[in-house]
């Protein structure tokens, strides 16, 4: 039922609303206007003709009045389809429609009193009053009723009603079409704006909306630009920097390359004298020669990193035997004997670059055995759709507080490791190969550090 809260539907249902109270308003406004003017009209001036009629005729009446006088008054009253009776007073007229209430009224009352009836649907009007002499005002004792049908007002006044009602139809429907005009002219802007928005999110930075009139939307769609403009200068700026900053160290990794090389031939030639020279020579070149190693290990990782931020690092896929590759990673550093593997069969081959994938197992494994403690496990588990090469240990693990930076360049979780062999971009690296491959690194706290590649099995 989300579509209910959408403005569209709540724009038409307030036009429908506020329609629909108006034609309600003013149907029965009408009505009461008919009624007035219909019904009571037409009461009204009935009464006002029978009275002046009865105050005419009534002076021929000779006093005291026998039957055929009665009968002839009568007589002369009626006009139309107007029942006119002329009785003593007190005396019962003979018509139902006359109420005793009516009659007790007359005999109290010396003004014409009138009540409305109704029978078998038809609404009646129904008077009487007692005829007065003129001499004094004093009463002849004669008593005239009315009964008068007011059928043809009350149907006028059920046409004006329907009439009224039906009026009201085209009013709704008029008010949803307004409401729909309206949501249009206001929501075409800001859905504009949302596309806008989405489209800015989305890193299209250029996206403008475009001004026309004066009015609020039109504001908000100007201050949009100027915020999406100076937003677009914003991020310009930073990714000039971000790209003169991948420059500058690949630059620097690049010209560091030809003197470490240099370096690395000169520092071999020390660690192969080392054992001739006396103890604190023999200490320098050892130590010289590990701080080259380490320099060199360091340019070409961050080598390595430059080639992932500039988006310039390419895949180059084999159908490769996951078990086999881990097996040979080890076997080529000698780990074989340290590290417990449990490997599938049969073989689970997988399309991948073999190079990457043994970048990740030995900077995974290697992690292991520097910072953990034994045993050290190789796990490689095929699932539907995905394999997972998961590298445990028995260490003590890593603190709660490390695990979200972990893979974080150049971080190292122990301070005091500051000056170790290793650079802090080995994790950075094995992580942005697993991307490379459409797949992930995670770890989590075993016992120990556990470190699990998930690599798709089909890349699309």
Avoid at 35 to 62: C, E, H, I
Wanted: proline residues 5%.
């Amino acid at each position: 039922m989300n579509w209910l809260r959408g403005l569209r539907v709540r724009l038409v249902i307030t036009f429908v609303l506020v329609g629909g109270l108006s034609a309600v308003g003013a149907a029965g406004l009408t009505y009461y206007k008919a009624r007035t003017n219909l019904l009571a009209g037409a009461q009204d001036r009935s009464l006002k003709d029978f009275r002046n009629r009865v105050l005419l005729l009534s002076r021929d009446v000779a006093l005291p009045a026998g039957d055929e006088e009665l009968a002839q008054l009568a007589e002369d009253l009626e006009i139309g389809d107007r029942k006119v009776y002329v009785v003593r007073d007190g005396a019962v007229p003979g018509d139902a429609r006359v109420t005793a209430e009516l009659r007790a009224t007359v005999l109290r009352w010396p003004e014409l009193a009138w009540q409305r009836v109704e029978r078998d649907g038809v609404p009646y009007l129904v008077a009487g009053g007692r005829v007065m002499l003129r001499a004094g005002g004093t009463p002849s004792g004669i008593s005239v009723y009315l009964v008068e049908s007011l059928g043809q007002a009350a149907s006028d006044e059920t046409a004006v009603l329907r009439a009224a009602q039906a009026a009201a139809v085209p009013v709704v429907l008029l008010a949803v079409l307004a409401g729909l005009l309206a949501a249009r002219g206001v929501l075409r802007p800001v859905a504009d704006l949302d596309r806008a928005a989405r489209q800015l999110g989305e890193g299209r930075l250029e996206t403008r909306l475009p001004v026309h009139g004066g009015d609020e939307l039109a504001r908000l769609a100007g201050r949009f630009n100027e915020t999406a403009a100076a937003l677009e200068r914003s991020v310009g700026e930073l990714r000039e920097m971000e790209a003169r900053s991948r420059q500058f160290v690949a630059d620097v990794s690049h010209e560091l390359r030809t003197p470490l090389a240099a370096a690395t031939a000169v520092t071999d030639v020390l660690e192969a004298g080392a054992a001739r020279l006396d103890a604190d020579a023999g200490i320098a070149a050892r130590l010289i020669t590990a701080e080259v190693a380490r320099l060199s290990t360091l340019v070409d990782d961050l080598m390595e990193i430059s080639r992932f931020d500039a988006g310039a690092a390419a895949l180059n896929l084999n159908d490769v035997d996951v078990g086999a590759a881990v097996a040979a990673c080890l076997r080529s550093r000698g780990w074989s004997s340290d590290v417990v593997a449990d490997l599938p069969s049969p073989d689970v081959r997988v399309p991948l670059d073999p190079r990457r994938l043994d970048v990740i197992v030995a900077n995974l494994v290697g992690n292991a055995l520097r910072h953990g403690a034994p045993p050290v496990a190789v796990r490689v588990r095929a699932t539907g759709r995905t394999v997972a090469v998961e590298v445990s240990d028995q260490g003590p693990g890593l603190p709660a507080d490390v695990l979200p930076h972990v893979f974080e360049r150049f971080y190292k979780a122990d301070v005091a490791r500051a000056r170790s062999e290793g650079s802090g971009l080995g994790l950075a690296i094995a992580r942005e190969n697993a991307l490379l491959h459409g797949g992930d690194l995670t770890v989590a706290p075993g016992p120990g550090a556990v470190f699990t590649l998930t690599l798709p099995r089909n890349r699309p």
